[in-house]
């Protein structure tokens, strides 16, 4: 079965700094990739999600991602952060043949000081 | 639309006690599924559904039991609460199971002592 190792279990950053989550897969078919938010008490909502095509994906709230199939990596981006994003990010996958069975990682908690 | 709704919000049970955690979505959506949360393990697939009457097992699905009698409807059930129960439970579901965005619920929180 497929596998997800998030790298980072907790990233602290400055307001308006850039961040990076890191998230490595584990397949042995190809797979779909997903970034999920989970604000304090909240269920997840979909940040974005890569399926084929574009290796480079843009999400909601200014994330971006970017599938590396030589390096089994989606590691999550986005520029400048605000307080706001101040969350629990997980990364997921599913594989193409057994789509019913998605993975999530460990999680990342990401915290946004001012 | 209500989205995936999910009841209770918070449940303690005693070791023994069996229980059902409601969860209901009103975007006709085949595919439904839950997991459970918990610290440093990420969400973990206990039993989905492809669709009414089709149920499947998870990663995680012993000490659980689901049925899907209608679309709208999975509940998830508990025959006898064990402390490794305790957990936060979310229902999720999506229009297909092939790489559809899930849409989760508020989540149980679930003791059991």
């Known amino acids: 079965a497929q596998s997800v190792t998030q790298l980072d279990s907790q990233v602290p950053v400055f307001e308006e700094a850039p961040v990076e989550l890191r998230c490595n897969y584990s397949?042995?078919?190809?797979?779909?990739l997903f970034w999920y938010v989970q604000y304090p008490n909240q269920g997840l909502q979909l940040l974005l999600k890569?399926?084929?095509?574009?290796?480079l994906v843009k999400g909601i709230n200014g994330f971006e991602a970017e599938f590396n199939k030589s390096q089994t990596s989606f590691h999550l981006r986005k520029p400048s952060v605000h307080i706001s994003d101040t969350a629990e990010y997980f990364c997921?996958?599913?594989?193409?043949?057994?789509?019913?069975?998605?993975?999530f990682g460990a999680g990342t908690r990401l915290t946004v000081k001012p | 639309n209500a989205g995936v709704t999910q009841t209770p919000k918070f449940q303690v049970l005693k070791t023994g006690q069996s229980m059902t955690l409601q969860c209901a979505q009103d975007?006709?959506?085949?595919?439904m599924s839950w997991y459970r949360q918990d610290p440093g393990m990420g969400l973990r697939l206990i039993h989905y559904s492809v669709g009414a009457g089709i149920t499947d097992q998870g990663e995680v699905p012993n000490g659980y039991n689901v049925s899907r009698s209608t679309t709208e409807d999975f509940p998830l059930r508990l025959l006898s609460a064990a402390p490794s129960q305790t957990s936060v439970y979310f229902c999720?579901?999506?229009?297909?199971?092939?790489?559809?965005?899930?849409?989760f619920g508020p989540g149980t929180r679930l003791t059991v002592l």
């Open positions: 997921a996958v599913s594989d193409r043949v057994n789509n019913n069975d998605m993975r």
């Open positions: 890569y399926l084929s095509g574009s290796t």
């Open positions: 397949s042995s078919v190809s797979v779909y």
């Open positions: 975007m006709n959506h085949e595919y």
């Open positions: 999720a579901s999506s229009l297909l199971a092939d790489s559809d965005t899930q849409y």
